[in-house]
């Protein structure tokens, strides 16, 4: 099986592959990462426009790579959370 993740960060690709691994011990899958826009700012400042770039890139991935059996978009964020700065991704 294709999957197709909306990254070529190394770090992203290799926790993809990981929870594949983990979710589907038993398949064989073929990873590929792309560039695929998250049409938010580069560096999301609330979990909402965090959560948007992802699923963005997971749409403009799909647009470009439709035949894949999965598509993957992981977005880091930041926030104000009680006057401290919080990442997620």
């Not at 073929?30 to 770039?53: C, K, L, R, Y």
């Amino acid at each position: 099986m294709n999957v197709i993740i909306a990254s070529k960060n190394p770090i992203k690709i290799s926790c993809v592959q990981d929870a594949f691994g983990r979710m589907f011990p038993n398949e064989v899958f073929e990873f590929q990462g792309i560039d695929a826009s998250s049409d938010v700012s580069d560096q999301p400042m609330s979990e909402n426009e965090t959560i948007a770039g992802a699923k963005n890139r997971v749409l403009n991935a799909k647009k470009s790579h439709p035949d894949a059996d999965y598509w993957v978009g992981i977005e880091g964020g930041i926030e104000l959370v009680n006057g401290e700065m919080s990442t997620f991704a």
